[in-house]
């Protein structure tokens, strides 16, 4: 696993075809990070921004993504967390805390939800 060091971001409306390593490509107009795998092995990695998924963060010469991006679907299972756009490497996580994570998600994004729903008339 090569530690990527240093993110370097890009604004811009739509994703390249072909991506750079160490950089975030961030789409506002479809509310998107997309990224090469910061462990090297060039899978790319997708990140929604939303209130129930992933929070993009700027700080005027770096950015910040939160909460950290676990891989569990690629043979690398890398996870980390870029935090004003250096990688920190996060902890392995077993399957069982994986599944927690993601009943926890499921449960934020039908809460969200819930709380979106108009009142009902009366």
Not at 12 to 40: D, M
Not at 78 to 98: L, T
């Amino acid at each position: 696993m090569t530690n990527a060091e240093q993110f370097n971001y890009e604004f811009l409306e739509s994703i390249p075809e072909h991506l750079q390593e160490r950089v975030l490509y961030i789409s506002t107009t479809y509310a998107t990070v997309v990224h090469l795998c910061a462990c090297g092995c060039r899978r790319e990695v997708v990140t929604p921004l939303s209130p129930t998924d992933w929070e993009l963060t700027f700080h005027g010469d770096t950015v910040s993504l939160s909460p950290s991006v676990g891989n569990w679907n690629l043979s690398c299972r890398s996870h980390y967390w870029i935090r004003r756009g250096r990688v920190r490497w996060a902890g392995w996580m077993s399957p069982e805390e994986i599944a927690i994570g993601r009943a926890q998600s499921r449960r934020r994004k039908q809460l969200y939800a819930r709380m979106r729903r108009p009142a009902p008339e009366q």
